[in-house]
């Protein structure tokens, strides 16, 4: 098993540009999350998924879409980058079902992204 | 709602003495508590994690915290550190009716030789 895994791991943009982070999730796990990490300030949820088809808005969602066509995979968007969306992504993925139940969640290995 | 408060950004431990780590919570229910590592440059790895069982939980690489409700308190501790425990430590919590997790700022630890 591969786990979660993410792309690209990293990726420099340019104020105004585009682009898209994969993360894909081999253990058949429902729930998929992402996260941005930043200094000093821990991870903070930016959009969720409890399924296929379905999304939801975290903590901080303004600036990202999601989309979560595939079970195994949660894509999340930038339409238009901003200096302040500089920062180090994780997904994350977790089951609802035994044995692992809700409470463990899987983490990627992060996409660096800066902004100029 | 629910928070972590993880009291100290960066501890600096000898090798071979104490490890602890602070972590205070706040929750309207009852909590699930947890602790990961994340070593440089990598994703995070669960350490423990508390779901209303026994209130003093081990978890992996000699790491142990004890859940003390009165206090709302979930610190992390090792007897002796090892150079390898040189990380960042993140505590979080979620409740038992919602699958979102709520992480502190993190602690750095440096283990001195």
């Known amino acids: 098993n591969a786990g979660v895994t993410q792309t690209p791991k990293f990726r420099v943009l340019k104020t105004g540009q585009s682009m898209t982070l994969l993360c894909a999730q081999d253990m058949n796990h429902e729930y998929m999350y992402w996260y941005r990490q930043d200094p000093g300030m821990g991870l903070r949820l930016i959009h969720y998924s409890v399924g296929e088809g379905t999304t939801a808005k975290g903590e901080v969602p303004d600036g990202y879409n999601v989309s979560r066509l595939k079970k195994q995979n949660f894509l999340l968007g930038l339409e238009s980058a901003a200096p302040s969306q500089t920062s180090v992504y994780f997904c994350?993925?977790?089951?609802?079902?035994?044995?692992?139940?809700?409470?463990?969640?899987?983490f990627g290995p992060g996409t660096r992204l800066t902004v100029l | 709602a629910q928070s972590v408060t993880q009291l100290g950004s960066h501890v600096s431990v000898s090798e071979g003495a104490l490890v602890l780590l602070r972590c205070n919570y706040s929750s309207s229910v009852p909590p699930y508590l947890f602790w990961y590592v994340q070593y440089p440059n990598q994703g995070l790895q669960l350490l423990l994690k508390y779901t209303s069982a026994a209130t003093l939980v081990k978890g992996i690489n000699g790491f142990e915290a004890e859940f003390k409700k009165s206090e709302t308190s979930f610190h992390l501790t090792k007897p002796s550190a090892h150079m390898s425990d040189a990380a960042e430590y993140f505590c979080a919590v979620s409740s038992t009716n919602d699958y979102k997790l709520s992480f502190g700022a993190g602690t750095t630890v440096t283990v001195r030789a």
């Open positions: 994350a993925s977790s089951s609802p079902f035994p044995p692992q139940g809700t409470d463990t969640q899987y």
